[in-house]
């Protein structure tokens, strides 16, 4: 499912997933670091509710925790 929220001030996207039976956060854009042979870093990459929280703001009204099936933003 796609998250529409905000990260460092401005308008971001990123994905909540089920992997392995629990619900997490990956935001790809954010592990990429843009540097040609630097690689991809896995920070937020399968992360808690709570790490993402750290760096990314969202309405969690929208979209339950738990309840993908539900989320107005299922496709």
Known sequence: M????TAQGGA?????????GKYRFIDCTWDDTGEIGTGIVHTYFNVTAEKMKETHSWKESDFPAGH????KYFL
């Open 2 to 5: 796609t998250v529409c929220g």
């Open 12 to 20: 971001h996207a990123w994905t909540y997933a089920k992997i392995g």
């Open 68 to 71: 993908i099936k539900y989320s």
